[in-house]
C-alpha cells in the first residue's frame, strides 16, 4: 500500500480525482467564523471534545454537576449516548445560556436502522435492493431522533465486507462496491433530507473510513493489507458516493491499512478524501481510537497520538479525552499545529450552524413532537412494509410456500428465536423495546385464521447447548399439518467485535434442525441472522429457506405476511451464503486467473477438491412465488465514445399467475484489458412491481467512466475495446447477454462503481 504510507509517495493514489465538494460544504458561514476569532485555546480545544453522557443501556447518566460545569466552561462540543428532548433540551440551555460565548453543543446516538421504530437490520434493508425503501427507513429513523434532541448519528456504515466471518456486516450492504454506493447515497439523503444540512436536519456519518471492512482473518479491528486497486475499486467507492451525497461528517476507521492505522493516516484523510475529492465535513474518531495508536505502535505517548491525529485532520475524539488532556501540550511543542486547530473547530462550528443550532438552539427539544414521532402507526407500517421487501426465499422445492391456512387444522412453531424480541431488533437498536417488537409467533398467531391452531416450543436456544427441549417440540411437530422452524443466531451472535471462526448456524440450532426434519412432515426454515451463514446440511435437506434476518419491531407480522401469501418475497442476497466456512472469503467479482475454476476438470484449476467453487447461494440469488421471463433485449448503440451512452434495455413479464417484484441486475465485464478484470461487477439493478401477466421495459444507461479501473499509474483509466454485458436476476442467473465497444482510451475522474446509473422503466 506504498501510497498510503508516509514512506513512499502519494501522488498515485490522489491524482485524478475531481473535487466533490457538495452543497452541503458551498460556503463559509460568518457565524462561525466570527466566533473562532473570540474563542481561547481551552475553548477551541473544548469543541473537539465528545464526551459520553451516559452509557449504551442507560443514557443521561453520566449527566452530573461536574458535566454542566464542563458545559460552562466551553471544555466539550458534544455528548454520545444522549437522549431525550426534555433532558437534551435543559443541557442545551446551559451551553447557549450560561456559556462564555454561548455556543450549542451535539448531540449523537449510533441510530443505525431506527430510532425507537426498529428497521431491519441494514444488511437486511441492503437485501430489498431497493435503495427507496433504505432512504425511507433512514428518513422514519432521522424523523424520530431529531424529534428527541438528536442532531447527529454515526450511520450509515458503508464498509463493503467479503468475509461473513466479521460480525460487522449486519451493519452493512455486503460485498459489492455498486450496491454499497447506491445504499449510502439512500441512506444520506434520509437522514439529512437531502444533500445539504439544513437545520432540523439528523447529520450523517459515513463510516468506517479506509478499509475496516477489509480485516485479515473477519476479526474486528484488525489490520487490512489489500493492493491500492482493491482499495480504490473495492472499498472506497461507497465513500466517494456518500461525499457527493453531502454527508456532514465521517468516521475514521479502528484499523490500520498496510501499518498506517487510519486516524493518523494523512495521506487518506486529509489528502484523498478532503484536498482530492473536495469534502470539507467534521472527522470524528471512532470510540477511543486516538488513544489507541499507542496500542498500534505509531508513538509514545498521547501528547503524539493527538498531533498525529489532528494533522491527518480528525477534528473530533470521541470519547478518548486525548485531545482534551494531551493536545493543548501537542499545539506547545509545535506552533504550527495552531492552524489545524482553527481548521477543525471552523469545521465544527460551520456544521452546528447548518443545522441551525446558532438561530435555534432549542427546536430539537419540542416534547409534543417526540410524543407524536416516537414508534407511530405510519412509522410501523413503514418498518412492516420494509421488512417484507427485505426477507430472501432461499430455496423452495415443491412450493410448500405459500401456505394454505384455508387447508391447514395446525401449524407448529418451533425455535427459541421465535418469541426473542431483543433478537430481532438486532445490533445497534437505538431506544428500540423487545416489548414492542411484534414476535415471529406473535405475527403468525394474529394472522392465522381461527380454524388454525398455532402450536409452538423453543425447542432448543442459540445461546446454549441445552438439548432437553427438542423431544416436546418433535411431537408438537408430529402433531401438525405444517412446521415454521425459527433457527439461527440470537442478536449477540452479530455486531461489532462479534466476529465467528464457524459459520454454521449454532449446534443447539442444528440438532433441532435435524430431529424436525428426521419426522418427514413438512417444514418451512425461517433463518433469523445477522450474516451469511454455511448452511450446507439445511441446503441439501430442508425444503424451504426463508431468509428473514433480523427485521426489526414488525418482523413478526412481515414473516406472517410472507408465509401465507399475503405478501409475496422477492428480496436478493447483497452477499453470498457459502458452502462452509472454509471457503470463505469469496466474492462473485473474482478474477478469472490464469487457470479458470472448471467444475468439469478435476484438477489444475482455481477450485476446492471437496466441494464446488460456487457459493450456496450466490450474490444477488432470491426467488419469488412467481417466474419471470426476460425477453426482447435491445441496445441503443454498438458503440460508445468519452461522454457517450448506450442505453441497454430489456422487457420483463411475470408469467407466474402471481404479482411479485422481480429485481433485474445488469453485470458488465471489459474481457480483455491491461489490468486482469474481475469475471463479472456489478453496473445497475431495478426492483420492479409486476402484477399478474404484466410487463415492463428496463433501460439502463452506461457511459464509459462507470467501466473505469485503477491503472498502474494511478488514475481512473477506461481503455478502448469490446465490454461484455449480462441481464438477469442474479450474479448466477444471467439471462440476456450483448456487448459493445469503447472507441477511445481515457481516463475518468471517480471510481466507477460509485458512479450511478441512470435507469428507466416503461409499460410496454
Not at 401456505?403 to 430481532?424: C, E, F, M, N, P
Amino acid at each position: 500500500m506504498s501510497s498510503l504510507t508516509r514512506h513512499a509517495a502519494v501522488a498515485c493514489l490522489v491524482v485524478a480525482f475531481v473535487s466533490c465538494a457538495s452543497p452541503a460544504f458551498a460556503q463559509s458561514p460568518s457565524r462561525a467564523e466570527a466566533l473562532l476569532k473570540k474563542m481561547t485555546l481551552d475553548e477551541k480545544i473544548g469543541q473537539l471534545v465528545q464526551r459520553a453522557g451516559g452509557r449504551s443501556k442507560s443514557l443521561n447518566s453520566k449527566l452530573d454537576d461536574a458535566e454542566l460545569e464542563r458545559v460552562r466552561a466551553g471544555s466539550v462540543g458534544s455528548y454520545l449516548h444522549v437522549a431525550g428532548a426534555e433532558p437534551l433540551g435543559k443541557l442545551q440551555k446551559v451551553a447557549v445560556e450560561e456559556s462564555r460565548l454561548g455556543i450549542p453543543l451535539l448531540f449523537a446516538m449510533d441510530v443505525v436502522h431506527g430510532y425507537r421504530t426498529i428497521f431491519p437490520v441494514p444488511l437486511a434493508l441492503a437485501a430489498t435492493w431497493a435503495p427507496e425503501s433504505e432512504e425511507r427507513a433512514a428518513r422514519v429513523a432521522a424523523d424520530e431522533a431529531t424529534s428527541a434532541g438528536l442532531h447527529w448519528t454515526f450511520a450509515p456504515m458503508i464498509d463493503v465486507a467479503r468475509d461473513p466471518r466479521w460480525g460487522r456486516i449486519v451493519e452493512g450492504a455486503g460485498e459489492d462496491p455498486y450496491l454499497g454506493a447506491r445504499m449510502a447515497v439512500a441512506q444520506v439523503n434520509g437522514y439529512q433530507g437531502g444533500n445539504t444540512l439544513r437545520p432540523g436536519s439528523l447529520m450523517a456519518t459515513a463510516k468506517h473510513f479506509g478499509a475496516y471492512g477489509a480485516a485479515i482473518g473477519g476479526r474486528d479491528y484488525n489490520s487490512a493489507d489489500l493492493s491500492e486497486r482493491t482499495l480504490q475499486e473495492v472499498y472506497l467507492p461507497p465513500f466517494y458516493a456518500a461525499a457527493r451525497a453531502g454527508a456532514g461528517s465521517f468516521m475514521a476507521a479502528f484499523n490500520d491499512i498496510a501499518g498506517v492505522p487510519t486516524t493518523a493516516n494523512k495521506d487518506l484523510l486529509r489528502g484523498l478524501l478532503r484536498d482530492r475529492w473536495g469534502w470539507q465535513g467534521l472527522m470524528v474518531s471512532d470510540w477511543g481510537a486516538i488513544g489507541e495508536l499507542l496500542n498500534h505502535g505509531v508513538t509514545a505517548d498521547r501528547a503524539g497520538a493527538a498531533a498525529l491525529a489532528l494533522d491527518a485532520s480528525v477534528d473530533m475524539d470521541m470519547v478518548g479525552g486525548v485531545f482534551a488532556d494531551d493536545l493543548k501540550g501537542a499545539i506547545g511543542k509545535d506552533a504550527a499545529r495552531l492552524k489545524q486547530l482553527d481548521e477543525a473547530v471552523l469545521r465544527i462550528l460551520r456544521v452546528k450552524e447548518q443545522l441551525g443550532l446558532f438561530d435555534k438552539p432549542m427546536q430539537y427539544h419540542d416534547t409534543e413532537r417526540e410524543a407524536r414521532e416516537l414508534l407511530s402507526p405510519a412509522h410501523r407500517e413503514a418498518a412492516r412494509a420494509i421488512a417484507r421487501q427485505s426477507m430472501v426465499l432461499l430455496k423452495n422445492d415443491g412450493k410448500l410456500l405459500p401456505l394454505d391456512a384455508s387447508k391447514l387444522r395446525s401449524v407448529a412453531v418451533i425455535g427459541a428465536l421465535a418469541t426473542d424480541g431483543l433478537s430481532a431488533l438486532g445490533s445497534w437498536r437505538a431506544q428500540g423495546k423487545a416489548d414492542e417488537v411484534v414476535t415471529i409467533l406473535a405475527g403468525i398467531t394474529s394472522a392465522a385464521p381461527k380454524t388454525l391452531k398455532v402450536l409452538s416450543a423453543p425447542g432448543a436456544d442459540p445461546r446454549t447447548a441445552d438439548l432437553t427441549g427438542i423431544p416436546a417440540a418433535v411431537k408438537l411437530v408430529k402433531s401438525a399439518d405444517v412446521t415454521i422452524l425459527v433457527i439461527g443466531e440470537d442478536y449477540d451472535l452479530s455486531g461489532e467485535s462479534r466476529s465467528r471462526s464457524d459459520l454454521e448456524v449454532p449446534a443447539s440450532q442444528l440438532e433441532l434442525a435435524k430431529r424436525v426434519l428426521a419426522t418427514g412432515k413438512p417444514v418451512v426454515v425461517v433463518l433469523a441472522n445477522g450474516r451469511p451463514l454455511a448452511l450446507p446440511w439445511l441446503a441439501d435437506n430442508a425444503p424451504v429457506i426463508l431468509e428473514s434476518w433480523m427485521l426489526g419491531v414488525e418482523g413478526g407480522n412481515a414473516v406472517a405476511d410472507v408465509l401465507f401469501g399475503k405478501y409475496s418475497p422477492a428480496g436478493r442476497l447483497p452477499a453470498a451464503f457459502p458452502r462452509t466456512t472454509g471457503a470463505v472469503p469469496f466474492n462473485y467479482s473474482a478474477n478469472a486467473t490464469g487457470r479458470p475454476a472448471d467444475p468439469d476438470l478435476k484438477k489444475d484449476t482455481v477450485r476446492y477438491h471437496d466441494l464446488p467453487i460456487t457459493p450456496q447461494f450466490a450474490f444477488g440469488h432470491g426467488l419469488s412465488y412467481s417466474e419471470f421471463r426476460y425477453s426482447d433485449l435491445t441496445q441503443s448503440t454498438q458503440s460508445v465514445g468519452p461522454d457517450e451512452r448506450v442505453d441497454i434495455s430489456i422487457v420483463v413479464e411475470n408469467v407466474g399467475g402471481v404479482a411479485s417484484d422481480e429485481v433485474v441486475q445488469l453485470y458488465v465485464r471489459d474481457p480483455i484489458a491491461s489490468i486482469a478484470r474481475p469475471v463479472l461487477e456489478l453496473r445497475g439493478f431495478k426492483r420492479l412491481e409486476l402484477a399478474a401477466g404484466a410487463r415492463k421495459r428496463v433501460t439502463f444507461s452506461l457511459t464509459p467512466e462507470q467501466l473505469a479501473f485503477w491503472g498502474p499509474r494511478g488514475q481512473w483509466l477506461i481503455e478502448a475495446g469490446r465490454i461484455d454485458f449480462w441481464i438477469g436476476a442474479s450474479s448466477a442467473d444471467l439471462r440476456a447477454n450483448g456487448s459493445f465497444e469503447i472507441t477511445k482510451t481515457h481516463t475518468g475522474t471517480a471510481p466507477a462503481a460509485a458512479l450511478p446509473t441512470r435507469v428507466v422503466v416503461s409499460n410496454n
